[in-house]
Nanobody, 117 residues
Framework: QVQLVESGGGLVQPGGSLRLSCAVSGTFISIHDLNWYRQAPGKEREMVASITSGSSTNYADSVKGRFTISADNAKNTVYLQMNSLKPEDTAVYYC???????????WGQGTQVTVSS
């Protein structure tokens, strides 16, 4: 049974930073593409950061230069470092692990990030 548990969200002032964690159990993160998505009220869920094979990363234009995705295989944990946060970053952030070869897709429960003064 694969489970993803996000943590690290909270209330931050504009310009602040947070690091989200996604602890994965039931599978090795090294065999997955790893992604962070977010969903703001009234908006579609969007991918904000991903790690694919070869440790290549990709970011949404809205977060490029501010967010960094990383993975610690020893801890089986995925991280999203978020810097220079803006109010428009406010959303529930979801961790996702994906195996495209077998079309397996796993999601965490989400963690709330609120950027407000």
């Amino acid at each position: 049974q694969v489970q993803l548990v996000e943590s690290g969200g909270g209330l931050v002032q504009p310009g602040g930073s947070l690091r989200l964690s996604c602890a994965v159990s039931g599978t090795f993160i090294s065999i997955h593409d790893l992604n962070w998505y977010r969903q703001a009220p009234g908006k579609e869920r969007e991918m904000v950061a991903s790690i694919t094979s070869g440790s290549s990363t990709n970011y949404a234009d809205s977060v490029k230069g501010r967010f960094t995705i990383s993975a610690d295989n020893a801890k089986n944990t995925v991280y999203l470092q978020m810097n220079s946060l803006k109010p428009e970053d406010t959303a529930v952030y979801y961790c996702n692990a994906r195996r495209r070869t077998i079309q397996a897709d796993y999601w965490g429960q989400g963690t709330q990030v609120t950027v407000s003064s």
